[in-house]
């Protein structure tokens, strides 16, 4: 008959009512021989092989068929055949739910369908016109029943009609409980040992993820872990410049890597791309794409050019899942199957997310790993480059110093020559003023005149070069540090100024006047030359007064000078430590314009600051601090 392959007949079981005892013991030996059978097959396909072989062969069936229903539960898959030719069953591997067949119908119904003759079976379901129309005989869809769940369909056909008696009926459905029981052990087996393969590899996912922190390394080892214990297809997608880059792919072939990579490149997949890729990145949701039918291939919107090349990538059912750390997405994992025998399930998408949570945990550590490489880099190149200015400084600076050094020891040799080389001329000028004076006639008072600003120069010159001298001297002398009694030094001065003082005598205020640390010598200097300051700028004053204090602090003593003359402006304060600056004219107060410029340098030697204030008319204030 059209589709079958010819079988021999066996004896039906009943014989005018009674029945065949050697078709009965056939019966016994069959549900015996099935059952250590199954209780020894490893594999689906095992089962359904055992199960179609014996229900053909105990029942004198031409032909059997196992089906078992897709991932999504929306049609029915051959699984095991026997006595079909070939090319039926290629026209009948896949069988929509929504069919009206024998095979569906006891698949929703959970009840055996038996359809004695053709004719009759096509009357119920004329879908079995087209293939059946022209042969006679019976047919047999048995539901594949665990308890409550419905495992599939087992199908017999017949190519002579004949009656399914009580007898008959079960076998049948002992053969259809022993297949779905046997299933179902099965599928529980199965499911052990891909739970014992999921285990194992995300122990080995684990030891890969910790061991490294290079990108590129971590994602290459989990796509060909993937490879084909998970999937046939594994690529990981991360985001660069608003494109999602497939950085890593992986398939037993390289040339469906080459492939992929071909189609990727001509179609890039955007952030915000509303396909299963850019969806998973864009919502953080995880999907499932189980089976991917022909039918949904010529249904897809894509031109034919780009049917024809996701064609050849095989795809049948498809896991996309965003890779998540530290609550953002940072990348998407892609698996994809090549068989719908092997389609997606549910469990297979838990299983997906937990490796992709744990590649995203990774993702995100190499990435830090690279940020902190970066910043590293990039301050040793600062430190390296800051260590070349800090070098290229510190020559700068020694050669600085020594040319500074060579110039202040220039600048102090010519200070000496220049102070030595004048005092001869400087005495020579006042000598010879001094013997003028007294040979000029004494009624020749415009020459006694001139000759008195000649004397009054030489004196200017001479209290100028001193003043270099002692400069020079307070600049390179060496300190000595010891205490110093400061009642001791300001008495002293004090003694020396009031010789000078007998036409208009100072008033003097002196308070916590206390010991310090310095050098004697040149805090004297400090001394005279702030008190000598103070006495002739109150030379004019009907009741001079100044007044010397000194008070101590956590960091040290300062020291003022006060008094009550004529003051200065305060704007121009900063001039008057600077050597050769002066704030009055040389016709109202004597001076050089040198020894607050030495009070500075000498001050600054010891580690103080020196500064001054003042109110024009209500005299001004000297102060200077000692560093204990």
Known sequence: ???????????????DGVIDATRAATFMQTWWR??????????????????????????????????????????????????????????????????????TAAYRTRQPVYSESIRGAIDTYPALGD??????????????????????????????????????????????????????RNAALENAQRLNAQLRFLAEAGTILSRSLNLSEILASIAQLAIPEVADWCVIYLPDHGQLEPVTIAHQDPSMVALLQAYTHAHPTHVTSDSG???????????????ITDEMYDASPMDATEKAEVRRLQLRSIITVPMIAAGHVVGVLGLGRTDLDRAFTAADLEFAQQVANRAGKAVENARLHQELERELHARLAMQQALD??????????????????????????????????????????????????????????????????IKHGAQRLSATVDGLLTLSRSSQQPLARTAVCLD??????????????????????????????????????????????????????????????????????????????????????????QPFQRLHHTNEFEGTGLGLANVRRIIQRHGGQVWAASVPGQGAVFSFTLPD
């Open 1 to 15: 008959m059209l589709g079958y392959m010819t079988t021999p007949d066996l004896p039906p079981l009943l014989t």
């Open 131 to 184: 293939v059946l129309g022209a042969t006679t005989g019976s047919l047999a869809a048995l539901p594949l029943l665990a308890g409550d769940e419905i495992l599939g369909v087992l199908s017999l056909a017949f190519h002579r009609p004949r009656t399914f008696d009580p007898t008959d009926r079960a076998f049948l459905l002992f053969l259809a409980s022993q297949c779905a029981l046997a299933l179902q």
């Open 277 to 291: 890729v850019g969806r998973a990145y864009l919502t953080g949701q995880a999907e499932l794409l189980p089976a």
């Open 388 to 453: 070349d200015t800090n070098a290229h400084l510190e020559d700068r600076v020694r050669e600085r110093t020594e040319e500074l050094q060579q110039l202040n020891d220039e600048l102090q040799a010519f200070a000496h020559s220049v102070s030595h080389d004048l005092r001869t001329p400087i005495r020579h000028i006042a000598s010879f003023a001094d013997l003028l004076t007294r040979h000029l006639p004494s009624e020749n008072d415009r020459a006694a005149q001139a000759l008195m600003q």
């Open 488 to 577: 001791e030094v300001v008495g002293s001065v004090i003694s020396h100024l009031n010789i000078e003082t007998t036409t208009h005598p100072v008033e003097w205020r002196l308070s916590g006047l206390s010991t310090v640390a310095g050098d004697a010598g040149l805090l004297t200097l400090v001394v005279q030359n702030l008190l000598h300051n103070a006495v002739k700028f109150t030379r004019g004053i009907e009741h001079p007064v100044i007044e010397v204090t000194a008070t101590r602090s956590d960091t040290g003593t300062t020291i003022t000078v006060q008094d009550n003359g004529p003051g200065f402006d305060p704007e121009y304060a900063h001039k008057l430590f």
């Open 34 to 103: 099935l059952s250590q059978t199954l209780g020894h097959a490893t594999t689906r396909d095992e089962v359904i092989d055992s199960v179609v072989r014996e229900g053909v062969h105990v029942l004198g069936a031409d032909a059997g068929t196992v089906l078992l229903p897709n991932a999504d539960d929306t049609a029915l898959i051959v699984k095991g055949t026997r006595g079909y030719e070939p090319q039926y069953v290629d026209g009948w591997h896949t069988i929509p739910l929504s069919r009206s067949l024998p095979s």
